[in-house]
């Protein structure tokens, strides 16, 4: 992996709400603890300690948010001191952070800190080798809705960790007509028609289509934006050459990593890629207690 590691302003404007952050991890926490962790609860309440966390493979980190806020919630005392920063590309063996504070609750909380800091890291790592693949290219690779469930908004953050861009979040925020809604309406016209009347301005209108025949209805009824459904590379290159810059092209379906540049050499401006977020393997981290701890206790 190359390191061209995303804009920080990009990254704060993508981080969801801190309220959403805290309440994520503290139902997380209450779903490991339960009535009290048995383990833990065997140590002396005064002990304290320090542990770092090492990457065992290269990586995109992504999750300091949710990492350190599972700590601080189980104790206020507890403090995690950094040593990269999320966007930021690992190497194998390097160290994320230290966490020092009471032994119980670093004992107590370090499996759901590392749960989120494994997986989203692992979402930013598959997500850079998307952006990577396309490098010097005009194209915008998009994420999906399909995310693990509970963790849309930490995956589409996830996303702009590793260099990727994100489409829309949920139903609510964009209208993208398929092939079930112009059924329904009876004809891709109908379909538009029913959205410049019933959509407030400002809400992005996207019409899927199936073949060159469907993309010219579209344009047709004057969209702004087309999602390309399983084109071939023959038909993504006339779909570009018909479409003359009038409304933004979104290739998807059947997208995977070793075709991505073919496609986006075909001239779209999008390509959605589910793969992103549904297929997420968690990187390999280690959190340790060091060989020092035992001096603060």
């Not at 997986?119 to 997500?127: D, P």
Request: hydrophobic share 40%.
């Amino acid at each position: 992996m190359s390191d061209p590691s995303p804009n920080p302003r990009a990254l704060t404007e993508s981080m969801p709400p801190p309220e959403h952050v805290r309440v994520h991890v503290q139902r997380s926490l209450e779903e490991d603890l339960g009535r009290g962790d048995l383990t833990a609860g065997l140590l002396p309440a005064t002990q304290t300690a320090r542990a770092e966390v090492v990457t065992r493979e290269a990586a995109v980190l992504c999750g300091q948010a949710w990492f350190e806020l599972a700590f601080t919630l189980a104790d206020a005392r507890v403090a995690v001191h950094w040593q990269a920063a999320d966007g930021e590309l690992l190497e194998p063996g390097a160290r994320l952070c230290q966490v020092e504070g009471p032994l119980r609750a670093l004992l107590s909380a370090e499996r759901t800190a590392l749960n989120y800091l494994q997986t989203l890291s692992g979402t930013a790592t598959r997500v850079r080798r998307y952006a990577d693949a396309v490098a010097g290219l005009p194209v915008r690779i998009l994420d999906t809705r399909k995310t693990l469930p509970g963790l849309r908004r930490e995956q589409k953050y996830a996303v702009r960790c590793g260099g990727c861009h994100n489409h829309r979040m949920g139903l609510f925020d964009v209208v993208l007509i398929k092939e079930n809604h112009i059924a329904a309406t009876g004809s891709i016209a109908a379909a538009v028609a029913l959205a410049r009347r019933q959509v407030p301005p400002g809400v992005p209108v996207e019409i899927e289509v199936e073949s060159i025949a469907q993309l010219e209805q579209a344009l047709a009824a004057g969209v702004e934006r087309v999602l390309l459904d399983n084109f071939g590379l023959g038909d993504l290159r006339r779909a570009v050459a018909l479409n003359k810059c009038r409304a933004r092209l979104e290739a998807s379906g059947g997208v995977t990593l070793d075709r991505l540049r073919m496609i986006a050499e075909t001239g779209v401006n999008d390509i959605s890629v589910g793969d992103l977020t549904k297929s997420v393997r968690a990187v390999d981290l280690s959190m340790r207690l060091r060989d020092d701890s035992q001096c603060l206790s």
